[in-house]
């Protein structure tokens, strides 16, 4: 597909990409992450969606990515939410999905235009190498999901038997491998390098000529690191290097930006979910989606989105400290 890019006038023979992915609203983060990038020499900037929700500081990630020069932009499944709003008088008063409803809300027209009209999946050159850059890819995220990919089960593996990143990556590697339907997906694909996010956690590999990188999420990292997250990738014509970078910041002021934003009041238990996960790095929104999930069995309904009912009874007994 097409890649709408500003790009380097002239490739040089050597390039440095920071990719990045999932800022989710956190400019704090970004800002940390364009700093270190720009300190290592980075060329050029891939963003592969997710820029805004969850944290209050959209309009300002948008903003900050709309001035970046050279780059390559898609949008994720965060920007799809904001999109298929728009349009829509309907405005979505339950608590459960006021995250969304506050983002796209508060999210400028002109910007709001400009996630509309960024690419699902972008490819670019780099001499003879293709690199392609996408949100999510379904090799890393199949039904039922591979556990080391998952978020949620990343947590409840680190709460019994917690292990490093270092050790995460050839285990993580080494899962995906064991399925034989994800090894003939990988064989057909063609060789380069491709780029995705979407589940918060860093990881990269080499399989038979394919490179797969995940930069992890920016402004909200979910593999119990709470330092922002993103990848740099060096082509050079005697090959390719993969430097994973995390990079600490100040989350007080994140913290902060929720509370006198305005979105503390308009989606109090959000709030004080997401507080916990940037202070923790730990995936403690999908924790609450089960709760919320099992309260309702508890009340004899097993409808997703919950009703209202469901919600404040699940609010009322929600304890985090079990997950701490």
Not at 43 to 51: A, S, V
Request: hydrophobic share 40%; net charge negative; charged share 20%.
């Amino acid at each position: 597909m097409q890649c709408t890019a500003k790009l380097l006038k002239g490739m040089k023979l050597s390039m440095k990409y920071a990719i990045i992915s999932d800022i989710h609203g956190n400019i704090h983060a970004f800002n940390a992450v364009l700093e270190d990038a720009k300190a290592q020499g980075v060329d050029m900037y891939l963003l592969l969606g997710d820029y805004t929700n969850l944290y209050p500081y959209g309009n300002d990630v948008i903003n900050a990515i709309r001035n970046l020069e050279n780059t390559a932009v898609v949008r994720g499944n965060g920007e799809d939410y904001l999109i298929n709003l728009r349009g829509s008088n309907k405005e979505l008063t339950d608590e459960q999905f006021k995250p969304v409803y506050w983002g796209f809300c508060t999210l400028s027209q002109q910007n709001l235009e400009y996630i509309a009209n960024l690419p699902e999946v972008a490819t670019i050159s780099d001499g003879n190498t293709q690199i392609q850059l996408t949100h999510s890819m379904s090799l890393f995220f199949p039904s039922p999901p591979i556990k080391l990919f998952h978020s949620t089960e990343i947590f409840k593996i680190m709460m019994n038997t917690p292990f490093t990143h270092e050790e995460y990556l050839p285990r993580a590697q080494c899962s995906l491998l064991s399925c034989p339907d994800r090894v003939a997906e990988i064989e057909a694909m063609p060789k380069g390098i491709y780029l995705f996010g979407h589940n918060h956690l860093q990881f990269h590999m080499e399989y038979d000529g394919r490179v797969f990188v995940n930069p992890g999420s920016c402004g909200d990292p979910l593999n119990w690191d709470t330092r922002a997250s993103y990848t740099i990738l060096d082509m050079s014509e005697s090959g390719f290097e993969v430097e994973e970078r995390r990079v600490a910041y100040d989350l007080t002021q994140v913290i902060c930006g929720i509370q006198t934003s305005g979105f503390f009041k308009y989606s109090p238990m959000w709030s004080k979910v997401m507080e916990l996960q940037l202070l923790n790095g730990r995936d403690y929104s999908m924790f609450f989606v089960l709760h919320l999930v099992e309260t309702g069995k508890k009340m004899g309904t097993t409808e997703y989105p919950v009703s209202h009912e469901v919600w404040e009874a699940a609010i009322k007994t929600w304890d985090s400290k079990n997950l701490l």
